[in-house]
């Protein structure tokens, strides 16, 4: 069976190389480049499964490096690592495109806890048993396969998260998504970091879905979301 390959990017020297050790003992096959730049190039080459960025780094940051990389590539889990707190830069890491966010310091197992849960999620095309998820959704089309959403002409790709989330929340249109079991299911705790995380997913879904008015993604406090299909 092939490793899964883990794009490293820390310039801390001791730190990385204690996750680098970490992940490497537990099957996993680790590059480690110490700034944004070198991590750019060598992904193009590498075709990591999943991404684990520190924020602060020389010649490119780690949310200048996620923003080029979602130019390329929309679907690769990005974590972040960063001693960072403040609740701007956890929403603007996950509205470039990260999907986890891990605050300096923090525990081994806690990040091979994050990395099984986003390789883990249900809609990844490897862990499909070849049974397509295609429906009519308004005056949409939807294929959690292909994670394609198709008005007319037009298709938009959704990340894994996106497509994920949607399927959720048509599995039970009309009634309401609990909170906390689409982030168990989906991010596999639901931590206050991964609770902003859905929140800007569900914003995107409804920027996705906004052309059809019988479609509407609402917010039932202290509850969870409700599609609503009229």
């Known amino acids: 069976m092939e490793k899964i390959k883990i794009l490293l990017a820390e310039d801390e020297p001791f730190l990385a190389r204690i996750v680098k050790e970490s992940l490497e003992s537990r099957g996993f096959l680790v590059k480690h480049v110490d700034n944004g730049t070198k991590a750019l190039s060598l992904f193009v080459d590498f075709i990591p499964d ?7 780094m020389p010649e490119m940051d780690g949310f200048s490096l996620t923003k080029d990389i979602r130019k390329m590539n929309s679907d690769v889990p990005i974590i972040f690592l960063t001693a960072r707190s403040l609740t701007e ?25 994050r990395i099984n849960s986003l390789l883990r999620i249900p809609l990844r ?36 998260r996106e497509c ?3 399927k959720l929340l ?14 168990e299911l989906l991010w596999g705790t639901d931590n206050f970091f991964n609770a902003r995380s859905m929140d ?8 996705h879905l906004k052309d059809d008015p019988a479609l509407q993604i609402v917010n039932i406090r202290g509850l969870g979301y409700k599609l609503i299909t009229e």
């Open 164 to 166: 994920g989330l949607l």
């Open 50 to 56: 999943i991404c684990v960025f520190d924020i602060t």
């Open 125 to 160: 095309k490897n862990q499909q048993n070849n049974e397509e998820l295609k429906c009519a959704l308004g005056e949409y089309y939807f294929n959690s396969v292909a994670q394609d959403l198709i008005r007319g002409n037009q298709a938009v790709k959704l990340s894994f």
């Open 200 to 207: 800007v997913f569900i914003t995107k879904l409804r920027k």
């Open 89 to 113: 830069d956890v929403v603007n890491g996950f509205e470039i495109g990260g999907n986890d966010y891990l605050k300096k310091p923090f525990s081994m197992e806690e990040l091979i806890v």
């Open 170 to 183: 048509i599995e039970n249109k009309n009634e309401v998504l609990s909170r906390k079991t689409a982030l």
